[in-house]
T-cell receptor, first 111, second 113 residues
Framework: QKEVEQNSGPLSVPEGAIASLNCTYSDRGSQSFFWYRQYSGKSPELIMFIYSNGDKEDGRFTAQLNKASQYVSLLIRDSQPSDSATYLCAVKGFGNEKLTFGTGTRLTIIP | GAVVSQHPSWVICKSGTSVKIECRSLDFQATTMFWYRQFPKQSLMLMATSNEGSKATYEQGVEKDKFLINHASLTLSTLTVTSAHPEDSSFYIC?????????FGPGTRLLVL
């Protein structure tokens, strides 16, 4: 049984600070790692994906992957109130295999 | 990124009726689509995997005769909720794979009275 663990939060971060979201996964065979953002009442939208160990940056977002520790994180720099949402971590094996989602971390940016 | 659409965005129906929800991949072909359901303040729950030209694979506990899935083309999958009851009221979201990345549709909110 593949598992993806996230702290459910809520995580409160002051506006302008760095928000750090963490995720661990159980299946060492996982190949692809994704972060989705879901606003209340909306469907998830893809923020970033990462396949290789290390950091991947896209604007204010940085995804970090450590396969040895089975750990993936998402950093949000210069947090804005519009970043307040639930962030879902998801992992996948090969090909078109379905994603395994964590339960999500609710992030609140405090103005 | 790839675009997935759903129709309708919301629907209200009477108990006992059937409701069909369409999921389309607009700018890519999707051999695999997924259907999720989400109740308020709860996590996404995968209902089934829809494969073009073959039968859908349902997750444990999901009634295949109640939630009919048809994936007749590479850009369209449909979910029909048959004989809907109030407990079927939920947010139904489809998802499709493009370049090994999963993209979600905007969701369909179903209210069964």
């Amino acid at each position: 049984q593949k598992e993806v663990e996230q702290n459910s939060g809520p995580l409160s971060v002051p506006e302008g600070a760095i928000a750090s979201l963490n995720c661990t996964y159980s299946d060492r065979g996982s190949q692809s790692f994704f972060w989705y953002r879901q606003y209340s009442g909306k469907s998830p939208e893809l923020i970033m994906f990462i396949y290789s160990n290390g950091d991947k940056e896209d604007g204010r977002f940085t995804a970090q992957l450590n396969k040895a520790s089975q750990y993936v994180s998402l950093l949000i720099r210069d947090s804005q109130p519009s970043d307040s949402a639930t962030y879902l971590c998801a992992v996948k094996g090969f090909g078109n295999e379905k994603l395994t989602f964590g339960t999500g971390t609710r992030l609140t940016i405090i103005p | 990124g790839a675009v997935v659409s759903q129709h309708p965005s919301w629907v209200i129906c009477k108990s006992g009726t059937s409701v069909k929800i369409e999921c389309r991949s607009l700018d890519f072909q999707a051999t695999t689509m997924f259907w999720y359901r989400q109740f308020p303040k709860q996590s996404l729950m995968l209902m089934a995997t829809s494969n073009e030209g073959s039968k859908a694979t349902y997750e444990q506990g999901v009634e295949k005769d109640k939630f009919l899935i048809n994936h007749a083309s590479l850009t369209l999958s449909t979910l029909t909720v048959t004989s809907a009851h109030p407990e079927d009221s939920s947010f139904y979201i489809c998802s499709a794979i493009s370049v090994q990345t999963q993209y979600f549709g905007p969701g369909t909110r179903l209210l069964v009275l």
